[in-house]
């Protein structure tokens, strides 16, 4: 049960956009259409941002928007704010054995 | 409104049992698709899931610390508890429970619990 790759670091200047990667295999990322999201900021309990590869929960801002390609998800976050900057990590069902992965979290910094 | 609470101590021995409870508000353990999962995280670290039961009480672990996991629930309580066997100082970290309901993710979160392993 290894974890999903991100990249530790993405960062943009507020109002750009930022895309973050979540490489799984086809065990998890690429065999399930069940990829989340969670934003955590220092201190704080991660947040739900993102379910099911691309769906919002109420209450989200629609600048943050998922996808996904074979064996890698994406979260993108336009109009950068300064309340983006944050932890994020991404995670997918891996089967009824494994059932979740997280990814190694990628910090983003608001320039 | 929906909220989840861990509790237990705050300090373990190395080789010590640590038990977990999450109390749960704002809905019932008994309800289909509704589960909870246990969700750790050392300091500075990434998240780490451990375990997650079902609404039917069907349980799945992480397969790397399947031997020193149980879970369980008293609905009756709304409380899920999670055991660790054989604490060690790698195990230290700020312990979640969260559920996961129909969005098929874990869509709340507790605030959280530290727990430090030390002699």
């Known amino acids: 049960q290894s974890a999903l790759t991100q990249p530790p670091s993405a960062s943009g200047s507020p109002g750009q956009s930022v895309t973050i990667s979540c490489t799984g295999t086809s065990s998890d990322v690429g065999g399930y259409n069940y990829v989340s999201w969670y934003q955590q900021h220092p201190g704080k309990a991660p947040k739900l941002m993102i379910y099911e590869v691309s769906k919002r929960p109420s209450g989200v801002p629609d600048r943050f928007s998922g996808s996904k390609s074979g064996n890698t998800a994406s979260l993108t976050v336009s109009g950068l704010q300064a309340e983006d900057e944050a932890d994020y990590y991404c995670?997918?069902?891996?089967?009824?054995?494994?059932?979740?992965?997280f990814g190694t979290g990628t910090k983003v910094t608001v320039l | 409104q929906v909220t989840l609470k861990e509790s237990g101590p705050v300090l373990v021995k190395p080789t010590e049992t640590l038990t977990l409870t999450c109390t749960v508000s704002?809905?019932?353990?008994?309800?289909?698709?509704?589960?909870v999962s246990w969700i750790r995280q050392p300091p500075g670290k990434a998240l780490e899931w451990l375990a997650h039961i079902f609404s039917n009480d069907e349980k799945s672990y992480s397969t790397s610390l399947k031997s020193r996991l149980t879970i369980s629930k008293d609905t009756s309580k709304s409380q899920v508890v999670l055991t660790m066997t054989n604490m060690d100082p790698v195990d230290t970290a700020t312990y979640y429970c969260?559920?996961?309901?129909?969005?098929?993710?874990?869509?709340?979160w507790g605030q959280g619990t530290m727990v430090t392993v030390s002699s």
């Open positions: 969260a559920r996961m309901g129909y969005l098929s993710a874990f869509d709340i």
């Open positions: 995670s997918s069902y891996a089967g009824s054995n494994n059932f979740y992965v």
């Open positions: 704002g809905f019932s353990l008994s309800n289909a698709r509704m589960g």
